[in-house]
């Protein structure tokens, strides 16, 4: 079956720093472009990054632009968003999906950015 799993939130300081991960299974991940997603609470889901099936293009929010970096690794069907200089309003739930997003929905990873 098609599945996403993300993996890397957790709870950090103002200005630190997270990998966030993303394991694809069941559909030709090469082939497509990838988005992440966040969820803050009370709030509508929003993009954040973007990729290019073969990472040549990428595309972010401009509230994040500078400071997260999306990249894929093909060979392990996996997506990653490095996410520096955090701020409180990044605190959400991280989603993946191809870039029309048709695919079944994951958990989710929580990031809390607190002091």
């Known amino acids: 079956q098609q599945q996403l799993v993300e993996s890397g939130g957790g709870l950090v300081q103002p200005g630190g720093s997270l990998r966030l991960s993303c394991a694809a299974s069941?559909?030709?991940?090469?082939?497509?472009?990838m988005n992440w997603y966040r969820q803050a609470p009370g709030k509508e889901r929003e993009l954040v990054a973007g990729i290019g099936s073969a990472g040549g293009t990428t595309i972010y929010a401009n509230s994040v632009k500078g400071r997260f970096t999306i990249s894929r690794d093909n060979a392990k069907n996996t997506v990653y968003l490095q996410m520096n200089s955090l701020k409180p309003e990044d605190t959400a739930v991280y989603f993946c999906n191809t870039n029309r997003g048709r695919l079944p929905w994951g958990q989710g990873t929580q990031v809390t950015v607190s002091s």
């Open positions: 069941g559909f030709s991940f090469s082939s497509y472009g």
